[in-house]
Every structure is written in C-alpha cells, then in structure tokens.
C-alpha cells in the first residue's frame, strides 16, 4: 500500500512547530541592502538610475584661466499655447552657491520658490519676457533667442563667457557656448532655469485672474486637456499663441470671420475664362 507522504512531511518553507509567527514573515520577507531598499528579485531588473545633479565644474575651469563673470541662461514657456517666453540669466557667486539647485523640471514648486529667493539673495540675475505678439510675429524660436539675449545684456555685469541651454548660440559681444541639456550640467544654467521658471508661473497666475475659466494657474498654459477643453468651449484669449495649431482651430471655430481663406492656386475663376477666350479671338483676328 502507498501512502501520501505529503501528508507526513510538512512544505519546505513552512514554519516549524513552535515558531513564532514573526519568524515566519521575517523569513518570507525579501533581504534588504544596507539603505534599506528591498533587493529585486533575481531575473528582474531593479536596478536604480541615479541622475547626476549639475555642477559648477566648467565654470571655475573658466575662473583659473581668468575668465570672469561668466553667466548662465535659459528659458521657460517654449511649448505652451498661451502666454510669453521669459528667460532669465544668472552669474552665480562662486563663494556664496546656494544647496540644491537643480534642473527646474526636478524640483518641486516649493523647492523652486526657496532656491529662487536665495539664487535672487546671492546671484547677479535678469529677466526678459517675449510677449505673445512677439512670439506670433517671429515665431517661437527667434522670440526665444531674442529674449536670452537680452537677459544676457541686462546683467549688472557684463560676462565674459555665456552658457546657453540648447544648441543654438547667441549673438552676444563675449563667448557663447551653447549647451544641449545644460540646465542638467551646468549649475549657472541651471539657477536660470529655476529663476525663469518660477517667474512665468507667477506671471501665468496673473493670466489666470485676467482670464478666468482657462486654468492658467494650473496647467501655466500647456496643452493639457483641461487647457485644449476650456479653448474648445471659450475659444482663445488675447494671450494664446495665434499660430499654434489648437489655438487657430478653436479661432476659427469661435471666430471664423478672422481666418483668412486659403485661395485655391488650382481653382480656375471666370474673369480667368474670359480674359483667355478674349486672347484667342484676338489671336485669330489677326491671322
């Protein structure tokens, strides 16, 4: 006869008679590291990114070769549908560098706000804003630039050396130096992001009360769906970007009679039917 012995023998990972129950969970439970992170389990991937923060690094190479001030800007508001670009530019004082600062988009609100009293307390810093006319005018990158550049001018000092967030250099009387993802790098680009930041959101609150029923206070004029929904039932404000394509269709739903219509270049009119058949007569009274 063949008995179950599963019956007999207790599970592998069961407690033994007599254990606590604490020791059971405490055996369940997944080993932790030294921090207190819990060890992903094998075949998974657990592994942590870190992000480095920026560093001042570049700007005292700079220093030690004797070239100073050296500034650090950047912008805020290219992407939205309403509102103006503000830009901002930033010589950092080497002796007294704020803790924490950070590209903007890793910072809270709050933690923006604070660094931005500080950078304000300790740093030479400039402000420019492109309206929306301007924006509509010469579009979003030149609008951009020309603001970046006149933060630039607009510092107490004038720099001997420029970093740029981006690829595109300015046309400065100092060296410019055009850095892609510079508010993660450099720190004087950084404080400029933070210091453009926090400015155009306290400008788009501003918006909010002049415009209620869009959410500038909330969404700083992206194209969120509340921002696209309020556009496509209120239509758009004085400060939405004119040729940002929902702000025209929500134009030329609301108001249709500013929408100029496109001529089509294939359509044949009937002034031009007449002018031809007139030619061809006159063409063949001669022969």
């Keep these: 006869m063949i008995r179950d012995k599963s019956t007999r023998k207790p599970a592998k990972d069961a407690p033994k008679k007599g254990a606590s129950k604490k020791d059971a969970a405490r055996k369940?439970?997944?080993?932790?590291?030294?921090?207190?992170?819990?060890?992903?389990?094998?075949?998974?991937?657990?592994?942590?990114?870190a992000v480095a923060s920026p560093t001042f690094r570049r700007e005292r190479a700079l220093i030690k070769r004797g070239i100073w001030p050296v500034a650090g800007c950047d912008e805020a508001g290219r992407g939205p549908l309403a509102g103006p670009v503000v830009?901002?530019?930033?010589?950092?004082?080497?002796?007294?560098?704020?803790?924490?600062?950070?590209?903007?988009?890793?910072?809270?609100?709050?933690e923006r706000e604070r660094l931005f009293d500080k950078i304000c307390a300790t740093a030479q810093v400039s402000v420019a804003v492109a309206s929306r006319s301007r924006i509509d005018r010469d579009n979003i990158l030149r609008a951009s630039l020309w603001a970046l550049k006149r933060a630039v001018v607009a510092l107490p000092d004038a720099p001997r050396h420029v970093f740029v967030d981006g690829r595109d250099r300015?046309?400065?009387?100092?060296?410019?130096?055009?850095?892609?993802g510079g508010d993660g790098i450099v720190l004087s680009i950084a404080a400029a992001s933070i210091i453009a930041k926090v400015t155009r959101d306290r400008l788009m609150c501003a918006l909010a009360q002049d415009c209620p029923g869009y959410g500038f206070e909330q969404h700083k004029g992206y194209a969120v769906p509340e921002h696209l929904d309020a556009l496509d039932r209120?239509?758009?404000?004085?400060?939405?970007?004119?040729?940002?394509?929902?702000?025209?269709?929500?134009?030329?739903?609301?108001?249709?009679?500013?929408?100029?219509?496109?001529?089509?270049?294939?359509?044949?009119?009937?002034?031009?039917?007449?002018?031809?058949?007139?030619?061809?007569?006159?063409?063949?009274?001669?022969?």
Excluded: N, Y
């Design 28 to 49: 369940a439970a997944p080993a932790k590291t030294a921090k207190g992170a819990a060890k992903a389990p094998a075949g998974r991937q657990g592994a942590i990114i």
């Design 87 to 110: 830009a901002a530019a930033v010589i950092l004082d080497p002796d007294r560098i704020p803790r924490g600062i950070d590209d903007s988009k890793r910072l809270t609100a709050e």
């Design 170 to 180: 300015l046309d400065t009387a100092c060296d410019c130096e055009a850095v892609i």
């Design 234 to 287: 209120l239509g758009p404000t004085i400060h939405h970007r004119s040729f940002f394509a929902p702000v025209a269709a929500a134009r030329a739903k609301h108001m249709p009679w500013t929408v100029e219509p496109v001529r089509d270049l294939f359509a044949v009119t009937e002034m031009e039917v007449q002018l031809e058949a007139s030619v061809e007569i006159d063409a063949s009274a001669g022969l």
